[in-house]
């Protein structure tokens, strides 16, 4: 077993145990022993912060993962890392730190894996962004690890209907509406999330778990286990996820395997391929191009799309469907449905798993498909056909791609007059105020990577159209993000951006905006020469923010085409 830790610990087995004294003198201040020292050293990454129900549960959960490394031989050095709500921040000027904040903590547990020079590490994880950032540095860095997610919520209840977070954001837009009055929307507020865990429904957080799980980076049901039971209490399950990976962990260290011998390219196009199946969130594409790069992995959006063109729609979730992750926990979880997957051909089941097997070994006793349920439907009658769900378009709008989540319904090539806007803020109070008709289409832009900074998610816009009754008649189309808990006709990461000049800078009000699903493009409308004359009278606008960390963000950042990252 390679011992990175005996730089820092010096343990007798090491090579400097003299030289370290002043090194384990300051340990045994913390509670180190000499039998510590012989151990391997274990980082233990927690992202808690009781800010968010997502991560509420993070420190008790990795109080019990320090004392499962410590029963299965490690020695655990355990620290905190920053956690920015999504659902918190939607819509403010605060959710311009929720994609910083993947390369923020990225970058912590960086620091701290290699400021300690540990063995391996084991990275806990909830709200959305913690999710890849948890992965990213083991796989930067290639180290010997895994990551363990903190499980989904509980759905709310109220007067016989399951609520979740993204039903307190239609809300708004049904209560502008003049659809619910004041009291309706109130017990909305309080009774959507009953506890700990990430949002429920297949948005970010369930996606990118599912998606991780499937390439082999945390252990067989992990992702679909829920956080907490339903007197939120940490689940039996997720405690004895704690046990497996703390055991698991140990195991990687004996056979040496480190993370690029799991993150594989057949290992990505598993992970896309369980996203999509499940119909999970286009902020997938942005996180698995990050991961691919941090892995040296070779992935695009091209390979991307050739990827989703095959992958049939399996779930029936939330936000477009009818079903949330306890439902699926409930007949049994990820590996259900990456059973299906894999017996139909759309796995690579050779692949290497953090659990010392390989996909189809982890799969094997797995059960089929029960009947009399329609939350995941059989590979051979999907929920909807390859193709439906995830799309990539290119286009003069977005010469770099973008992404299109179409989750199964059966759109056609539009077009429409572009209502242009500067800010989300600027776009939601047209909706709210009925400024904006069916046949238009909303561009929303200077909210990209750079623009924003940090692609703001435009979840407050989508979710205010939907609750209009507008989410079937006006498209939106952004160089920022959308929620996991967006459904509508959402087009984002529209590249280049418009603070780079992209073509999105130049579209002016009432511009005719097409949007092509036969050829897969999304175009601009307007006569060459004009926006040849557009763009000899255009000029970037200073960035929004000149110091601390978003300025850092704005100028390091790199498209979302190659997903914004700033490594």
């Known amino acids: 077993m390679k011992r990175r830790s005996s730089e820092i610990t010096g343990d007798r087995a090491g090579d400097n145990w003299i030289e370290r004294t002043a090194a384990r003198t300051m340990l045994r201040a913390v509670r180190f022993s000499d039998a510590d020292f012989e151990k391997p050293l274990i980082a233990l990454a927690v992202p808690y912060t009781n800010g968010t129900p997502c991560n509420d549960h993070i420190r008790e959960l990795g109080d019990l993962l320090q004392a499962e490394i410590e029963a299965a031989g490690g020695k655990a050095i355990i620290f905190g890392t920053p956690v920015v709500s999504d659902g918190i921040s939607m819509g403010t000027e605060a959710m311009k730190y929720s994609l910083v904040s993947r390369e923020v903590i990225a970058d912590a547990i960086e620091l701290m894996t290699e400021g300690y020079r540990v063995d391996a590490v084991l990275t806990l994880c909830g709200c959305d962004k913690t999710i890849p950032a ?41 209560h502008a509406a003049g659809k619910i009055d004041d009291q309706q929307l109130h017990a909305i507020e309080c009774n959507s999330c009953p506890g700990a865990g990430s949002c429920g429904g297949m948005y970010t957080a369930n996606t990118m778990a599912a998606a991780i799980e499937a390439m082999g980076m945390s252990l067989p049901g992990s992702s679909s286990n829920m956080a907490v ?28 395997r480190s993370a690029r011998d799991i993150m594989t390219r057949r290992a990505f196009e598993n992970g896309l391929t369980v996203a999509w199946a499940l119909g999970g969130s286009t902020n997938a594409v942005l996180h698995l191009l990050a991961l691919a790069k941090e892995a040296d992995v070779e992935l695009s959006l091209a390979d991307i799309a050739e990827i989703t063109k095959k992958v049939p729609l399996l779930g029936n979730f939330k936000p477009f469907g009818r079903y949330l992750m306890n439902d699926l926990h409930r007949i049994g979880g990820v590996p259900l449905v990456m059973k299906l997957l894999l017996d139909a051909g759309y796995l690579h089941g050779d692949c290497l798993t953090v659990s010392g097997q390989t996909i189809a070994e982890n799969l094997a006793d797995v059960p089929g498909l029960p009947t009399g349920q329609e939350i995941i439907y059989p590979a051979d009658a999907p929920y909807a056909p390859a193709g439906k769900h995830i799309r990539i378009l290119h286009g003069n709008l977005a010469a770099e791609g973008c992404v299109l989540k179409q989750s199964g319904k059966n759109l056609s090539t539009s077009s429409g007059p572009a209502r242009v806007f500067e800010r989300e803020e600027e776009a939601l109070a047209a909706i709210l105020g009925g400024k904006i008709i069916p046949g238009d289409v909303i561009v929303i832009r200077y909210e990209g990577p750079k623009g924003g900074p940090g692609m703001r998610e435009m979840l407050a816009p989508s979710a205010a159209l939907m609750g209009a009754g507008l989410g079937n008649s006006v498209a939106l189309i952004t160089d920022g993000r959308f929620s996991g808990g967006t459904h509508g006709i959402m087009i984002g990461h529209v590249a280049p951006e418009a603070q780079v000049g992209g073509l999105l800078a130049l579209v002016e009000e009432g511009d005719r905006v097409e949007i092509n699903l036969e050829t897969e493009q999304l175009n601009l409308l307007v006569d060459a020469a004009e926006i040849v004359r557009r763009r000899s009278n255009w000029q970037a606008p200073e960035l929004r923010y000149q110091r601390g960390v978003l300025a850092k963000y704005a100028r390091l950042v790199s498209s979302a085409s190659q997903g914004a990252v700033t490594s």
């Open 134 to 174: 948890a992965l990213m540095p083991i796989a930067r860095n290639n180290l010997i690890g895994l990551t363990l997610y903190g499980g989904s919520i509980l759905p709310g209840r109220h007067q016989g209907e399951e609520l979740n977070i993204v039903s307190a954001f239609e809300g708004i837009g049904a």
């Open 229 to 256: 039971d339903t007197d939120n209490r940490i689940s039996a399950d997720k405690r004895a996820d704690a046990a497996r990976s703390a055991v698991a962990l140990i195991g990687l260290l004996k056979s040496g």
